[in-house]
């Protein structure tokens, strides 16, 4: 078979689409490390209450503890919301995977994913995490069919060593 495996779809970035990239791609930590700096920020800002230094930078401080602890505890909707307002949301994607990668073409954001750049793929429920020399991209499963998706698998680096 000397054909060119070449597979093209369109998808929306929507609030689902950016949720299930969020729920497959974030580890969430729920335990008292993630509100260390929260819990800092509010003891210094006690601390420097009771000195009576600045009453008016101890509520600051106090305020950006407050703050710190809402942003480990809704970090979800804020990243949502952060990604919804972004120019790129709500505008079609065209994603192409093809013998040399995995291309995104938008209005907003082109970029392609070169499968020699491409050091890990991991396969989650509903899509792929797949590490490359520039970060980290989530593709997600529902907008490939079958043969796509064995396409990606038979794409994944084997491990040396």
């Not at 989650?124 to 499963?141: C, D, N, P, Q, V």
Request: charged share 20%.
């Amino acid at each position: 078979m000397n054909e060119q495996y070449s597979y093209t779809t369109q998808y929306t970035l929507d609030k689902s689409h950016f949720s299930e990239c969020y729920d497959e791609s974030v580890v969430v930590d729920t335990s008292i490390r993630a509100y260390r700096k929260a819990i800092i920020f509010t003891i210094v800002g006690t601390a420097l209450m009771l000195t009576n230094i600045n009453g008016y930078a101890s509520w600051f401080i106090i305020a950006l503890g407050a703050l710190e602890a809402l942003n480990v505890y809704f970090r979800k909707p804020w990243w949502l919301m952060r990604q919804m307002m972004s120019k790129a949301a709500n505008n079609e994607v065209t994603l192409t995977i093809d013998e040399s990668g995995i291309t995104n073409d938008s209005f907003y954001v082109q970029g392609t994913i070169l499968w020699q750049d491409i050091s890990s793929i991991t396969s989650t429920e509903r899509g792929f995490l797949i590490k490359h020399s520039k970060g980290t991209s989530y593709l997600s499963k529902r907008s490939l069919d079958e043969q796509a998706t064995q396409f990606v698998l038979a794409k994944t680096p084997e491990k040396n060593s």
